[in-house]
Antibody, heavy 119, light 108 residues
Framework: EVQLVQSGAEVKKPGESLKISCKGSGYSFTSYWIGWVRQMPGKGLEWMGIIYPGDSDTRYSPSFQGQVTISADKSISTAYLQWSSLKASDTAMYYC????????????WGQGTLVTVSS | DIQMTQSPSSLSASVGDRVTITCQASQDISNYLNWYQQKPGKAPKLLIYDASNLETGVPSRFSGSGSGTDFTFTISSLQPEDIATYYCQQYDNLPLYTFGQGTKLEIK
């Protein structure tokens, strides 16, 4: 069974750093892209970026380029989304999702990680 | 950048009704258009990919059509469990993926 399991909710202060994770199982982790999607409270879905764990090829939405870093450790089938200095406006639910190679949709999603940034 | 216009933003319908949601792209995106369902407190779920292909396990009352710039998502007979927010999502060069604004579907 394909699963993407994300790390738990986080509460942070502005200026702090954070790295959240997404662990894939039930499939070949290095043969699919993993994307990240933000959903701010009460709002819609925003695509942030995507990584191919097989060779770490990474693409970012222009809206998120320079604001976050996406990485992956294929030895433990885990992708990451990290911030070096959080802002209150980073408060949101973050989802990881799997994209098949040479396809352009997300077929499996993680359960989401809620990040709250507040002083 | 390609802009996606999804309408309506909200919709109220009765059980058994036929429901239609549209998504319009600002440029030709061929058939690179997908539809997702998101229930409250849950992750999105893929329903339709490449404009008209039903994802495995998704009920046949859901369908999609269109190509180029105009796309339609249809529920042929609304069921109570279909209450959710629906999003279209397109693929293009950059920013690679864009989601529509969402359509919140409620039971009348």
């Amino acid at each position: 069974e394909v699963q993407l399991v994300q790390s738990g909710a986080e509460v942070k202060k502005p200026g702090e750093s954070l790295k959240i994770s997404c662990k894939g199982s039930g499939y070949s982790f290095t043969s699919y892209w993993i994307g990240w999607v933000r959903q701010m409270p009460g709002k819609g879905l925003e695509w942030m970026g995507i990584i191919y764990p097989g060779d770490s090829d990474t693409r970012y939405s222009p809206s998120f380029q320079g604001q976050v870093t996406i990485s992956a450790d294929k030895s433990i089938s885990t992708a990451y989304l990290q911030w070096s200095s959080l802002k209150a406006s980073d408060t949101a639910m973050y989802y990881c999702a799997r994209q098949p190679l040479e396809q352009y949709y997300f077929d499996y999603w993680g359960q989401g990680t809620l990040v709250t940034v507040s002083s | 950048d390609i802009q996606m216009t999804q309408s309506p933003s909200s919709l109220s319908a009765s059980v058994g009704d036929r429901v239609t949601i549209t998504c319009q792209a600002s440029q030709d995106i061929s058939n690179y258009l997908n539809w997702y369902q998101q229930k409250p407190g849950k992750a999105p779920k893929l329903l339709i990919y490449d404009a008209s292909n039903l994802e495995t396990g998704v009920p046949s009352r859901f369908s999609g059509s269109g190509s180029g710039t105009d796309f339609t998502f249809t529920i042929s007979s609304l069921q109570p469990e279909d209450i959710a927010t629906y999003y279209c999502q397109q693929y293009d060069n950059l920013p690679l993926y864009t989601f529509g604004q969402g359509t919140k579907l409620e039971i009348k």
